[in-house]
């Protein structure tokens, strides 16, 4: 059930902000955008959710439009460690996680 | 900090033999969820769990069962082991939502289970 759409790959050189895009245009009102980072042959680690304001934590910002059909996560120093598939859900309130295929994203040294 | 913990990174078992993947969480949680991940597909949910001795059906749960005898305890069941079962399994844990409060889901690492 795909309701996000991100690039499939992106690269961003080490030290450099990564902004990562995901458009989620159906969007509803109680739905929470969420973030989640596979780095290879790992179980994938909680980044940051969010359902309309902007938030940030140690690892992250997550920015949502006004007309919350799009976000961008921000990693605002890339290290190589960085270097992993980036998955953006947008999830109902207390229903299971739908994970599409992400966008990998490479930190180049 | 979360730990949730798969009993084997990888496995091999043979077609039609019956395959356990346990998985273990250390903190409390009532919520336990098994996926698979396979090339191009996402992660898919099998099944998962609200608590002790429930479950629920996911997306895609034929050919497989679990068991949840403990709440720190679930486990993934393959009866009879089949080629197409051939994926990277995993794990997680959540507690329960508080009213409107999202519930974050914490991932195991894995298991890459080949069925030959």
């Known amino acids: 059930d795909a309701k996000t759409t991100q690039p499939p790959s992106m690269d961003c050189a080490e030290g450099r902000a990564a902004n990562l895009p995901c458009n989620h245009s159906?969007?509803?009102?109680?739905?929470?955008v969420y973030w989640y980072r596979q780095i290879h042959s790992q179980g994938p680690q909680y980044i940051i959710h969010?359902?309309?304001n902007n938030e940030t934590n140690e690892m992250a910002s997550l920015i949502i439009t006004e007309d919350r059909k799009s976000s961008t996560l921000i990693l605002p120093h890339a290290t190589l460690r960085d270097t992993a598939v980036y998955y953006c859900?947008?999830?109902?309130?207390?229903?299971?996680?739908?994970f599409g295929t992400g966008t990998s994203l490479t930190v180049i040294p | 900090d979360v730990k949730v913990t798969q009993s084997s990174r990888y496995l091999v078992k043979r077609t039609g033999e019956k395959v356990f993947l346990e998985c273990v969480q250390d903190?409390?949680?009532?919520?336990m969820f098994w996926y698979r991940q396979d090339p191009g597909l996402g992660l898919r949910l099998i099944y998962f769990?609200?608590?002790?001795?429930?479950?629920e059906k996911g997306d895609i749960p034929e050919g497989y069962s679990v068991s949840r005898e403990k709440k720190e305890r679930f486990s993934l069941i393959l009866e009879s082991a089949s080629t197409n079962q051939t994926s990277m399994y995993l794990c997680?844990?959540?507690?329960?939502?508080?009213?409107?409060?999202?519930?974050?889901?914490?991932f195991g690492p894995g298991t890459r289970l080949l069925v030959l």
């Open positions: 997680a844990s959540s507690p329960p939502r508080v009213g409107a409060q999202q519930e974050t889901q914490y």
């Open positions: 159906t969007i509803s009102g109680n739905e929470y």
């Open positions: 969010g359902l309309k």
């Open positions: 859900i947008v999830r109902p309130l207390g229903n299971q996680f739908y």
């Open positions: 903190m409390d949680h009532e919520n």
């Open positions: 769990s609200y608590d002790v001795k429930m479950k």
